[in-house]
């Protein structure tokens, strides 16, 4: 089990870019994929990319593609950031991150493949 804590969120503006960070407490633990998630007024809970923690593979949310990358922190071990750029309106939401312990060869889109969760950080963008 690793504890999870996002920074970064706050109020900015259409246009303007950010960026998220996700820390695991436990450097020692090994933990393979590592995720956003982003809960929004309009489209509720959904996936926003993940991370292969050990090959650097990543994959997006369709809609995600071209404007936000998932990286990881080569300095420090098991943290990663997503960079939202420009941002729009429809990205305000309440931003999660995850992870995933067990390899099971393939990191995945889905919710219930993650073990442990962050609590969260929001982003507000205005018009």
């Known amino acids: 089990q690793v504890r999870l804590a996002e920074s970064g969120g706050g109020l900015v503006q259409a246009g303007d870019s950010l960026m998220l960070s996700c820390a695991a407490a436990?450097?020692?633990?090994?933990?393979?994929?590592m995720a956003w998630w982003r809960h929004t007024p309009v489209s509720g809970r959904e996936f926003v990319a993940f991370?292969?923690?050990?090959?650097?593979?990543?994959?997006y949310q369709r809609s995600a593609k071209g404007r936000i990358t998932i990286s990881r922190d080569s300095a420090k071990k098991n943290t990663v950031s997503l960079h939202v750029n420009p941002l729009t309106p429809e990205d305000t939401g309440f931003y999660y991150c995850?992870?995933?312990?067990?390899?099971?060869?393939?990191?995945?889109?889905?919710?219930?493949?993650?073990?442990?969760w962050g609590q969260g950080t929001q982003v507000t963008v205005s018009s």
């Open positions: 991370i292969n923690m050990i090959t650097g593979n990543t994959y």
């Open positions: 995850a992870a995933r312990l067990q390899w099971t060869g393939a990191c995945q889109p889905r919710d219930d493949y993650y073990d442990d």
């Open positions: 436990e450097r020692s633990v090994n933990i393979y994929c």
